[in-house]
């Protein structure tokens, strides 16, 4: 049980430092409630390809390592309460 502690520790910071590389090296999106009040149109050819772009793939990692994070919080923890 000690070796499954010591993977899933090892693991579980290496997502936590790559997470937060990745936070750190996105942009700040601009617009949000103001492009909606002012009509801004989402119907062009970068809005309907964002995720393949850089920042829609770093958008998507770093969703995906959220879910990652949460699920190891939750397994870490429970192998240390038992």
Do not use: H, P, W
């Not at 000690?2 to 590389?21: Q, R, T």
């Not at 996105?26 to 617009?31: L, M, N, P, V």
């Not at 989402?42 to 793939?57: H, L, P």
């Amino acid at each position: 049980m000690e070796i499954v502690k010591n993977v899933l520790m090892g693991i579980y910071l290496v997502i936590c430092i790559v997470l937060i590389i990745l936070v750190l090296k996105q942009t700040k999106e601009d617009g949000g409630a103001s492009e909606t009040i002012m009509g801004a149109s989402s119907n062009n050819f970068y809005e309907k390809n964002k995720g393949r772009t850089r920042e829609g793939r770093m958008k998507r990692a770093t969703v995906t390592l959220m879910v990652l994070y949460f699920i190891l919080t939750i397994a870490i923890g429970i192998i240390y309460i038992a």
